[in-house]
């Protein structure tokens, strides 16, 4: 997802965004939750959620996904609503349809992201090893 954010903030930047209001929400989000993904994937990656034990980071995950995949679908609507074939500069309309595609990718890994998360949350995914009983009686 993060590969996919990159992408649809990077092909905005390189566009004259500023001259369409509605790109600016596309920006604030995909450059927003670009970032805090970048976070998350971090503190995974150097395993700080361990040092934090008393925040629940399955649930907290399961929210940012669900809030990220609704927030995306807004601006996956907004980029394509606001791609027009006509402009005076063809690079321009290449990269917000591009933007546009990768918008909706990444809306869809989030919402991918949202029902493993669920699953996690729940304790769906949980394997034989993690599901051991260990009172004996």
Do not use: E
Request: aromatic fraction near 20%; charge should be positive; glycine fraction near 6%.
């Amino acid at each position: 997802m993060g590969v996919l954010g990159l992408l649809v903030w990077a092909l905005i930047a390189d566009t004259t965004y500023h001259l369409h209001a509605a790109y600016g929400w596309v920006m604030f989000v995909s450059i927003f939750f670009w970032i805090v993904t970048v976070l998350f994937f971090v503190t995974y990656l150097l395993q700080l959620q361990l040092r934090f034990y008393v925040i629940p980071w399955s649930l907290v995950l399961m929210i940012f996904n669900a809030v990220a995949t609704v927030l995306y679908i807004t601006a996956f609507v907004t980029c394509a609503a606001a791609v027009q074939p006509t402009s005076w500069r063809q690079w321009d309309y290449n990269r917000r349809a591009a933007a546009s595609f990768f918008a909706g990718l990444t809306m869809i890994a989030y919402g991918a992201s949202t029902f493993f998360s669920f699953r996690a949350w729940k304790g769906f995914g949980s394997n034989a090893a993690t599901s051991q009983v260990t009172d004996h009686t």
